[in-house]
C-alpha cells in the first residue's frame, strides 16, 4: 500500500511539472507577440498624432490666408494714396492656398484609413507597396509646401522691407493686420512640410523593417 502511494504521488508531481514546462513553452511566445503588437500600436497611434496635426496645421494655413485683407492708406511724396491688400492679389498667396489644401486633403485621407484600420487592431500600412505610396506622397506635398512657403515668403518680405532706392514705403505699417495674418499663415505652411517630413522618415522606417 505504502509502495503504491508513494508511485502515485511521484506520477501526479511529474504531471505537474510536465503541464509547468508545457505552460511556459505556449505562454512565451504569446507574450512576445503581444507585446510586439503592443509596440506597432503605440508607433501607429504617433503615425495617426502626425497626420492629425499636419491636417490641422494646413487647415489653420489656410484660414489665415483667406482671411488676409486690409484697407488702408500710404504717404508718398506727400500724396495720401488708399491701399487695399487682399491675398488673392498675389499668385504666391493662391499657390499657398492651393497647395496647403492639397495637403489637408492627402492627410485627412491617411487619417481616416489609418483609424479605420486602427480600430480593427490591422496594421496601419497593409504592404509594402502602400508604404511606397505614402512615402511617394509624403515626399511630394512636403516639397511643394516648402516651396509654397518659399515664394509667399519673398512677397511677405517684399511687403515689409519695400524696394530700396525708390519711394515705395513699408506697406506692412499700414496694413499691420494682413501682414500678421499671412506671416502666420507661412509659418503654420513650414510647420507642415515640418511634420510631412517626419511621416515621411517614419515610412522609411517601416520600410526598412519589413
Not at 511521484?10 to 512565451?28: D, R
Not at 487647415?59 to 482671411?67: D, F, H, K, Y
Not at 489644401?101 to 487619417?111: G, N, P, T, Y
Not at 499700414?174 to 517626419?198: E, N, Q, R, W
Amino acid at each position: 500500500m505504502v509502495s503504491d502511494q508513494r508511485i502515485a504521488e511521484e506520477t501526479l508531481q511529474e504531471s505537474k511539472v510536465a503541464a509547468l514546462e508545457t505552460s511556459g513553452t505556449m505562454s512565451g511566445p504569446l507574450v512576445g507577440a503581444s507585446t510586439r503588437t503592443r509596440r506597432r500600436q503605440r508607433v501607429e497611434a504617433m503615425q495617426l498624432v502626425l497626420r492629425l496635426l499636419c491636417m490641422a496645421s494646413s487647415v489653420a494655413s489656410i484660414s489665415l490666408m483667406v482671411t488676409a485683407k486690409e484697407s488702408s492708406s500710404v504717404s508718398i511724396y506727400g500724396f495720401q494714396l488708399p491701399l487695399h491688400s487682399k491675398w488673392s492679389f498675389s499668385e504666391s498667396y493662391e499657390y499657398l492656398v492651393g497647395v496647403s489644401a492639397a495637403v489637408a486633403a492627402h492627410s485627412l485621407l491617411q487619417l481616416l484609413i489609418g483609424i479605420s484600420r486602427f480600430l480593427r487592431t490591422s496594421s496601419v500600412i497593409p504592404s509594402r507597396n502602400h508604404a511606397w505610396l505614402i512615402f511617394a506622397g509624403d515626399q511630394v506635398f512636403a516639397y511643394a509646401l516648402m516651396s509654397a512657403g518659399s515664394a509667399a515668403s519673398g512677397v511677405t518680405n517684399l511687403n515689409r522691407t519695400g524696394i530700396r532706392h525708390t519711394a515705395l514705403p513699408n506697406f506692412c505699417k499700414p496694413l499691420h493686420k494682413f501682414c500678421d495674418h499671412v506671416g502666420i499663415s507661412i509659418a503654420f505652411t513650414f510647420t507642415s512640410c515640418f511634420l510631412l517630413a517626419t511621416s515621411a522618415v517614419q515610412d522609411v522606417i517601416w520600410l526598412s523593417q519589413h
